[in-house]
């Protein structure tokens, strides 16, 4: 579907240079002498370069539709993660190069959304939140529970992230997946 050069948003994936990339930060140009533009951060899909072009209202641009499915993960076999689709049963394999930085919160029987093109896998959402045992932390030291201060955890996936004094070893916490931090305490 052809759009306007000015109406891409943050998160639209357009087809550009003969490449497929997501918009990820846009700002609204308008020089003293000249037509406005919009300013577009792009991050390439395929092998996550990253481009800033200038698009004008007068130009079109071809803003492609991903297809999302909810898939499970069930298993790593090496670099490759396997998914199956909770429809149809069908498995894929996505490797870890596609997947990046995210593949640390994967659990077993978690239910992500895969972004297909073509009927290939492009990338992999992650739930917002996700609970993870701490496996090493510092003893509390006495007097350091009044204040906010947060104290270093070793997670079962070897993330490393600040969590409050109370927190022990052993304890379920929640963790936010974008912003890789505690979020709170498990029940």
């Known amino acids: 579907m052809k759009i306007d050069g000015n109406a891409i948003r943050p998160g639209n994936v357009i087809e550009h240079k003969g490449g497929l990339w997501r918009a990820v930060k846009i700002a609204h140009t308008q020089p003293g002498k000249g037509g406005a533009y919009l300013q577009v951060e792009l991050k390439n899909l395929r092998d996550g370069t990253k ?22 993960f069930l298993f790593q076999d090496g670099d490759m993660f396997n998914f199956m689709d909770q429809e149809t049963y069908e498995q894929i394999a996505i490797s870890a190069e596609d997947i990046g930085d995210d593949a640390v919160f994967l659990q077993d029987g978690m239910t992500v959304v895969i972004e297909m093109y073509e009927e ?50 052993g304890d379920k916490i929640i963790v936010s997946t974008a912003e890789r931090e505690y979020a709170g305490r498990a029940d």
């Open 120 to 169: 290939s896998p492009l990338g992999v959402s992650l739930p917002d939140k996700v609970t993870l045992e701490v496996t090493e932390t510092e003893p509390v030291v006495k007097g350091q529970t009044a204040s906010s201060s947060y104290k270093p955890a070793i997670l079962e996936n070897g993330l490393k992230v600040g969590v409050p004094p109370f927190v022990n070893a």
């Open 51 to 72: 481009l800033n072009e200038r698009f004008r209202s007068s130009e079109k641009v071809e803003k492609v539709s991903l297809e999302q499915k909810d898939y499970q």
